[in-house]
Nanobody, 115 residues
Framework: QVQLVESGGGLVQPGGSLRLSCAAS????????MSWYRQAPGKERELVAT????????NYAASVKGRFTISRDNAKNTVYLQMNSLRPEDTAVYYC????????WGQGTQVTVSS
């Protein structure tokens, strides 16, 4: 069955960096776009970034453009989110998402940006 397992979250100071990973299994990873979403307490889940199946296309939410980079390694069935210049407002649970009609979510990883 489909599995998406996120890792790499944690506590970081403002201005710091983290790299999130999402290990995928149970489907042909290289055939699908993948996205990262986030959900802060009391807020709706929002799209952060998307990458095409062969990495030739990416897009980002305006709030993270220039600070976050989405990438993937199809040989490792893994999608990444490099997050730089982190701000307190980036604090959220970050989710990996398989973009398809039967979309699938990971369990999420907590990112906390605080001094």
């Amino acid at each position: 069955q489909v599995q998406l397992v996120e890792s790499g979250g944690g506590l970081v100071q403002p201005g710091g960096s983290l790299r999130l990973s999402c290990a995928a299994s149970g489907f042909t990873f290289s055939n699908y776009r993948m996205s990262w979403y986030r959900q802060a307490p009391g807020k709706e889940r929002e799209l952060v970034a998307t990458i095409s199946s062969n990495s030739d296309f990416t897009n980002y939410a305006a709030s993270v453009k220039g600070r976050f980079t989405i990438s993937r390694d199809n040989a490792k069935n893994t999608v990444y989110l490099q997050m730089n210049s982190l701000r307190p407002e980036d604090t959220a649970v970050y989710y990996c998402y398989k973009v398809s009609k039967d979309g699938y979510w990971g369990q999420g990883t907590q990112v906390t940006v605080s001094s």
